[in-house]
C-alpha cells in the first residue's frame, strides 16, 4: 500500500511544473502591461522590463524587473538606474509615474485565478 507521505514528493513536482507554466504566462502578461504603462521618451525603461526565473529550491516563481540605466558618464561603463525614480518620483520634483505597481495589482486576480485552475485541472 502506498502512502501518502511517500507520494507527496511526486504530487507536489507536478503540481510545480503546472503551477510555473501558469505563473510564467501570467508574470509575462503583467510585464506586457507594465511595458504599456510605462512612460516613453527613448523607449529604454519599456524595453528594460523582463521577466526574470526566480526559481529557488522550494520555491517557484518569476520576477519582473525594469532595470533601466541612464547612459554611460565620465567614464563609468554602466549608467544609474533609473526605473524606481520613474515609479515612485524623485527629490528633484520629479513626480511619480508608477507602472509596475499598477500592472501588478491589475495582474493579481487574473493570477490567482489561473493557478487555482490549473491545480483544480489536475
Not at 80 to 99: C, I, K, Q
Request: proline share 7%.
Amino acid at each position: 500500500m502506498v502512502t501518502l507521505k511517500s507520494e507527496l514528493g511526486n504530487i507536489a513536482s507536478g503540481i510545480s511544473d503546472e503551477v510555473k507554466d501558469v505563473l510564467k504566462d501570467q508574470a509575462e502578461e503583467i510585464a506586457t502591461s507594465a511595458r504599456s504603462k510605462a512612460p516613453v521618451l527613448t523607449g529604454n525603461l519599456r524595453d528594460s522590463i523582463e521577466v526574470i526565473d526566480a526559481n529557488e529550491p522550494g520555491f517557484v516563481g518569476y520576477r519582473i524587473m525594469a532595470d533601466a540605466r541612464a547612459r554611460p558618464v565620465r567614464g563609468r561603463s554602466d549608467g544609474a538606474p533609473y526605473a524606481f525614480m520613474v515609479e515612485y518620483g524623485s527629490v528633484h520634483n520629479e513626480p511619480p509615474r508608477p507602472f509596475m505597481v499598477p500592472a501588478l495589482e491589475e495582474g493579481r486576480e487574473p493570477t490567482l485565478k489561473a493557478v487555482e485552475n490549473a491545480l483544480g485541472d489536475m
